[in-house]
């Protein structure tokens, strides 16, 4: 059994610079119009947030929110960026031959999202643990995959899919296994939710499905304070 916790690996940083610096396209025609497009979008994004706030009866001249609009349009495309980005990409040359069929389990990996229904923050952990099949990926990749995936407007029981999903494709494992704990402030803030109360979704693939004893012990390690 391998075991890990999310604190213990360098987080996503390094790799997102490197998967930036591929992106250095040697073609400049091609970046040029690519980067057109962007300010294109950008300036879209921004001026509905300035129609937003002329909505919410603000006057969006008045001192403290002459650059709102520009900085939220910039916070909503970063808190969006996944979309640019592809499992494939980071996954490409970290995956290995390795005869180690022992459960791999990475928990608390931070995440943070947009719920796609209001469009605010929804944030927590999620736990992934997969039964390897001679395939091995190292483990920051694994946070990446979340980060890729959370990184969109989403909804928790597509998110949770959609990694375990990920995973199962690029190492098709014996089984994988994804559990997100999050809190919602859409439900927070409207007072649905109490404060520390988190939704709890999960997804079992292949052993961790049909094997009770597998899933338990899984459970068992990540779920447990
Ligand atoms: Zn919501």
Redesign the pocket.
Known sequence: MEYHHASEMNGGVSEYLVIESKHNCTCKQEKESKEAADSKKLALIENAYSTILTGLGEDVDREGLLRTPLRAAKAMQFLTKGYKETTQDILNDAIFDENHEEMVIVKDIELFSL????L?P?FGKAHIAYLPNKKVVGLSKLARIVEIYSRRLQVQERLTKQIASAIAEALEPAGVAVVIEAV?M??VMRGVQKMNASTVTSVMLGRFHDDTKARKEFLTLTLKK
Request: proline letters at 0%; hydrophobic letters at 35%; glycine letters at 0%.
């Open positions: 719920c796609e229904h209001h605010v929804f919602h859409c439900m």
